[in-house]
């Protein structure tokens, strides 16, 4: 696909992750999970506000009475952005000292879908889980090492979630707002194309998935077929999020983490921020309904 990819912040993000368009703050937000940092950036003046937590924040999510639920190693935390300050919502895997929260995404009902990882990247101990609106945690699936990049299709009927390390991105039917069912390949990332992290949904129910060590992002059909490629000028690209008003802006995370000393230096962009204009929009996100428990 011929799109130009362009810079939009310069951020020089250890490991920038997670990006979600907040409309009611016309900003994108993400994280910088091994610098322990929430950034917000206002495409529209170019400011960034950037907060430092205590801990590595894996992703966050607005929620719909404001704030946001942010996932960290300890479990999720909401997070009141006018005082800085962290406040746990609800602990998670405490029995797994080696797994921390990876990434998150909020379904069409406004319930909280995540996972969790082995955090050096070696056992399958992590595990998909949905927060419902009285903040309880089900475990819906499990055998993960690195779970990644959870979306919906448009219609919700359609779950979509990867295992970084095996390189492995997965489709779900979902029947109802809880259940899951009929766990299949939707597709496999070829060796030494990279791996896939997060993900992303358009209008017409095609799959955006950045891949780290993969220099691009690429589009799949609903149906698991390649249809282009977007190339990224770093290594480690770790997400994208559609955003503004028309949601056309497709913004993309990126890392420095893994690079040696002369990968850093012949990729001077890496963990900055970039965007490009896509082919249709993307799905309008959405934010989390809890209860205050």
């Not at 917000?40 to 929620?63: I, K, N, Y």
């Not at 949601?247 to 990968?263: D, M, P, W």
Request: with cysteine; charged share 25%; proline share 8%.
């Amino acid at each position: 696909m011929s799109v130009q990819v362009r810079r939009v912040c310069e951020v020089g993000a250890e490991l920038g992750e997670g990006p979600v368009w907040v409309g009611r703050e016309s900003a994108l937000w993400f994280v910088d999970i091994k610098g322990c940092r929430l950034h917000r950036w206002r495409p529209h003046t170019g400011e960034r506000h950037s907060w430092t937590v205590d801990a590595p924040p894996g992703f966050l999510v607005p929620e719909s009475a404001g704030g946001f639920i942010v996932g960290m190693k300890s479990g999720l935390h909401r997070f009141d952005p006018d005082t800085g300050a962290l406040s746990l919502l609800a602990r998670v895997e405490p029995h797994l000292p080696d797994n921390r929260l990876n990434d998150g995404c909020v379904s069409p009902e406004g319930t909280l879908w995540f996972g969790s990882m082995h955090d050096p990247e070696r056992e399958p101990t992590g595990a998909l889980y949905r927060l419902d609106e009285q903040g309880r945690c089900t475990r819906l699936d499990e055998d993960y090492i690195v779970t990644n990049g959870p979306a919906f299709s448009p219609d919700g009927r359609v779950f979509y979630h990867c295992d970084s390390a095996r390189r492995m991105i997965y489709a779900f039917d979902r029947p109802d707002a809880r259940t899951l069912t009929r766990k299949r390949v939707f597709a496999q990332i070829e060796e030494g194309a990279g791996f896939p992290d997060g993900t992303a949904v358009d209008a017409q129910g095609c799959l955006w998935v950045a891949l780290w060590g993969g220099w691009c992002v690429r589009r799949y059909s609903p149906a698991g077929e390649l249809l282009a490629t977007v190339r990224v000028p770093c290594a480690h690209v770790t997400k994208i999020a559609f955003g503004d008003r028309d949601l056309r802006t497709a913004y993309v995370t990126t890392a420095r983490q893994g690079l040696t000393a002369a990968e850093r230096a012949g990729q001077p962009l890496a963990g900055d921020l970039f965007s490009f204009t896509a082919p249709v929009p993307g799905v309008p996100p959405m934010e989390a309904s809890v209860a205050s428990v």
